[in-house]
């Protein structure tokens, strides 16, 4: 056990063991980088971020980016779908007893395209959520999925830039440095984003 652990982390943390890495998951096929960032959507606990570096890693820029784009995608528009038509009336019932879930769907039936929009092409946010709630709102299938095949395009795009070519931060401590500092501020501007949408709601008659 001891020894699976410590060539796991060898493989984690250094250029050598990145590189077997993506050598291993290329030779797997594209078919299950894409299975792995559509499960996402329905296992939030699983790491899109890493996920969407292991695949442009293994595939290239180009294929990583359309295999993890397109699943994200197909797999967000499908939790929103099922929810809809399985979930959503037992839900509606819950929310009707819940103010402040009835104040969050007549925001998003209000102006959720834009809010919608920018909050799902930021990396940090909680795009499992924001599926099941849209899901539950009066917002047509056609919007939806018109909000996720642009906001998943910016938020990918952005994962692969950031993690291109990872294995060269062991030789660029600038190219390390940046990439560091844009997360951190693509996670402030995130959770600024969530709150300055949760004073939007609080101000909701």
């Not at 096929?29 to 894409?34: A, D, H, L, Q, Y």
């Not at 595939?59 to 959503?88: D, E, M």
């Not at 959520?129 to 919007?143: P, Q, Y």
């Not at 062991?170 to 190219?175: A, K």
Request: proline share 3%.
């Amino acid at each position: 056990m001891c020894v699976e652990l410590e060539t796991l982390l060898e493989k984690l943390t250094t250029q050598e063991g990145l590189e077997s890495l993506f050598e291993e998951v290329e030779a797997l096929g594209i078919i299950v980088g894409f299975l792995l960032a559509m499960a996402e959507a329905f296992l939030p606990f699983l790491p899109l971020f890493a996920i969407v570096i292991i695949n442009i890693n293994s595939y290239g820029f180009v294929l990583g980016f359309l295999s993890s784009y397109s699943a994200t995608v197909f797999g967000s528009y499908l939790v929103f779908l099922t929810v809809r038509y399985f979930f959503r009336k037992p839900a509606q019932r819950y929310i009707m007893k819940h103010e402040r879930l009835r104040k969050m769907l007549a925001f998003i039936d209000l102006k959720g395209f834009s809010f919608l929009l920018i909050l799902l092409s930021l990396p940090f946010t909680p795009s499992s959520v924001i599926n099941v709630i849209a899901a539950l709102s009066n917002m047509r299938k056609t919007v939806y999925l018109s909000i996720l095949i642009v906001a998943k395009a910016i938020m990918i795009l952005l994962m692969s830039i950031v993690g291109y070519d990872i294995t060269s931060f062991f030789t660029s401590p600038l190219q390390l440095t940046l990439s560091v500092i844009f997360l951190v501020v693509l996670y402030f501007f995130s959770k600024w984003y969530q709150k300055y949408i949760n004073r939007k709601l609080e101000k909701q008659g």
